[in-house]
Each structure stands twice: as structure tokens, then as C-alpha cells.
């Protein structure tokens, strides 16, 4: 049953998976300093913010690669998420899934891990593909340390809360006028900070306690609502 639970995550969050792909594909070369060909030279102008990477820029460090690594990989976390949430809720398909030969928690749990593991992968590939090039000899005229990674990764580990904060208020019965999105609003400003102070020591406790929060908070919200 778990496999079957997590074919079908997998292949209904495959497409926005991809999307994100394309996305981080488009400002890992842009930061390297490939240039573009046509419409795609524009696009990357757009989450640039008009800035052009190169051999001449220190990785990490002298570029916006972080913050727009950061801003898909927000919309990615927050994509998926809904994506397992309201698109039950959509289709109608909650009461089928509570009616398979499985606890509960296991469902919720069997979701969360295909979830977590698909925005990891992805947005693990840009950091670690930027990295690569940056400690390659003879790409870009300047030093790199691998300690020049570590905002990236922070960043990255951070948005874990943000997906569960956007699972919460998809599984919620709340109203979207009222509270209903109160969990992901209450998240996005201790990402935000954690983001700019670019403290990886911090970023990690803090995400981890937020984690253990929402997931306490994802099974009482499952164990309430009613489905029918």
C-alpha cells in the first residue's frame, strides 16, 4: 500500500516537479554566465533582477544565485503541498483515500515523506550543481569554500516548514477568508528572517522545532476535520 500511495504522489506532483527544474536550470547557467538564446535571456533578466553571473563573480557570495534559488524553492514547497492538500479536496478523493486498508497517520505520513523528499531532491540539484562549478579550477577568477555554501543550504533546509505550514493549511476546514491560511502566514516571516540572517547554526534548530510543530499540528488537524 505505501508503494502504491507513493506511485501516485509522485506521479501528480511529476509535473510542478519539473517546472522547478526548468526554473533552477535557468539560473544555475545564467550565474555561471552562459548566455541564453532568445526569450529565455528575458526571462532570466526577470528573477535576476537584471544581474548577469560569470566567471568574474565570486559563487554565492557576489550574486543573487541564494535569493532566487530561495524564491522557487518557496514556490515549489508551497506548490507540492497544496498540490497533496486541495487537490484532494478538488477531486473529492479525501473519503476514498480514508477508506484504504491503512492508518491514518501512515496516509498522511506516506505524503509527507514523497513531499519533503521531491522539494529536497529538487531543490538540492542548483546548489549543488552551482557548487560544483565554483570549486571546478579555472571557471571564475576567484577563491571559493565549500563554507560559501552554507546560507544556500540553510535556505533550503528552511523551506521544509514552509511546505509543511502550506500542508497545514491545505488540510484545514477553515475558511480561506478567515484562518485558514493563518499557518502559512505565521511561517513566512521566521523563513524570511532566517533567509536574510543567513546563519546556518541558527537556521537548522529553529526549522526543526517549527517541523515537529506543524507535523503535531498536521495530525490533529487530520484526526478533526470532517471529510464528508
Known amino acids: 500500500m505505501w508503494k502504491a500511495l507513493a506511485i501516485k504522489e509522485i506521479r501528480e506532483n511529476t509535473w510542478i516537479a519539473a517546472v522547478a527544474l526548468a526554473v533552477y536550470l535557468l539560473i544555475v547557467i545564467d550565474n555561471i554566465g552562459w548566455n541564453l538564446p532568445g526569450f529565455l535571456s528575458g526571462v532570466s533578466w526577470i528573477y535576476s533582477y537584471g544581474y548577469r553571473g560569470g566567471p568574474q563573480q565570486i559563487p554565492f557570495v557576489a550574486n543573487d544565485f541564494v535569493t532566487s534559488i530561495a524564491i522557487v524553492s518557496a514556490l515549489l514547497a508551497i506548490a507540492i503541498a497544496f498540490r497533496q492538500t486541495l487537490g484532494e479536496s478538488l477531486h473529492e478523493t479525501w473519503l476514498l483515500l480514508w477508506r484504504l486498508p491503512i492508518r491514518r497517520n501512515d496516509l498522511l505520513y506516506a505524503k509527507l515523506l514523497v513531499g519533503l523528499v521531491t522539494y529536497l531532491f529538487c ?100 484526526s478533526v476535520r470532517d471529510y464528508s
Open 123 to 222: 531543490a538540492a540539484l542548483p546548489i549543488a550543481i552551482f557548487a560544483a562549478w565554483g570549486a571546478t579550477p579555472g571557471t571564475h577568477a576567484s577563491p571559493f569554500y565549500w563554507s560559501m555554501t552554507l546560507p544556500a543550504w540553510a535556505s533550503w533546509f528552511s523551506m521544509t516548514a514552509l511546505y509543511l505550514a502550506a500542508f497545514l493549511s491545505g488540510l484545514r476546514s477553515a475558511r480561506w477568508i478567515g484562518s485558514r491560511l493563518l499557518p502559512l502566514a505565521a511561517v513566512g516571516l521566521p523563513v524570511f528572517v532566517l533567509h536574510v540572517a543567513a546563519v546556518w547554526w541558527l537556521t537548522v534548530p529553529i526549522v526543526i522545532v517549527l517541523d515537529v510543530l506543524f507535523l503535531v499540528c498536521i495530525q490533529q488537524a487530520a
